[in-house]
């Protein structure tokens, strides 16, 4: 059974980092190109990222080009999300999630439970 | 960017209705399309992806159509656990991008 479950979250000032962890089981992990989508309080939702299975492609929301960074250790089955110069608009639940099919990039096939990213002064 | 219209925002129904949910794209993505649900406090979940193709587990009152630039969620006969908000999404070209939502709520 798939299971994706994030860490990391809480409340930041505004400029300042946050690491997102997202540790996955029940499946083969290095198979699997895997996103992160967020949701704003009250809103809908906003694909951030994705990084292929491989590492080889990584691709971003204009929202947040140049300030997150996605990335994964296949050894540890974990996703990444390294979120700096973060702004108050940044404050959302941000979900993991893996695609849905073996080494494409075909959407997304399963979600975490979500961690809350808030950004306060 | 490919930009989504889902409409309507809104849709009050019973127990029994049939329900349409549709969503126009501002360029042709094929059958690049993607269909959720989302139940309040809880994670989207995957209803249809290649604008027609039923999730595996998800009930066959559930199905999706087009191609091109308008799609369309048909729930055939409305549940109680339909209850819930529901987002088209593009995943033909990065970035990838998402409708506003559909609530549908009970009349």
């Known amino acids: 059974q798939v299971q994706l479950v994030e860490s990391g979250g809480g409340v930041v000032q505004p400029g300042r980092s946050l690491r997102l962890s997202c540790a996955a089981s029940g499946f083969t992990f290095s198979s699997y190109a895997m996103h992160w989508v967020r949701q704003a309080p009250g809103k809908g939702l906003e694909w951030v990222t994705l990084i292929s299975y491989d590492e080889n492609n990584k691709y971003y929301a204009d929202s947040v080009k140049g300030r997150f960074t996605i990335s994964r250790d296949n050894s540890k089955n974990t996703l990444y999300l390294q979120m700096n110069s973060l702004r108050t608009e940044d404050t959302a639940v941000y979900y993991c999630?893996?695609?849905?099919?073996?080494?494409?990039?075909?959407?997304?096939?399963?979600w975490g439970q979500g961690t809350l990213v808030t950004v306060s002064s | 960017v490919i930009w989504m219209t889902q409409s309507p925002s809104l849709f009050s129904a019973s127990t029994g209705d049939r329900v349409t949910i549709s969503c126009r794209m501002s360029?042709?993505?094929?059958?690049?399309l993607a269909w959720y649900q989302q139940k309040p406090g809880k994670a989207p979940e995957l209803l249809i992806y290649a604008a027609s193709t039923l999730q595996s587990g998800v009930p066959s009152r559930f199905s999706g159509s087009g191609s091109g630039t308008d799609f369309t969620l048909t729930i055939s006969c409305l549940q109680s656990e339909d209850f819930a908000t529901y987002y088209c999404?593009?995943?033909?070209?990065?970035?990838?991008?998402f409708g506003q939502g559909t609530k549908v709520e009970i009349k």
């Open positions: 999404q593009q995943y033909y070209s990065f970035p990838w991008t």
């Open positions: 999630a893996r695609d849905r099919a073996i080494e494409e990039m075909a959407t997304l096939g399963s």
């Open positions: 360029q042709g993505i094929n059958s690049y």
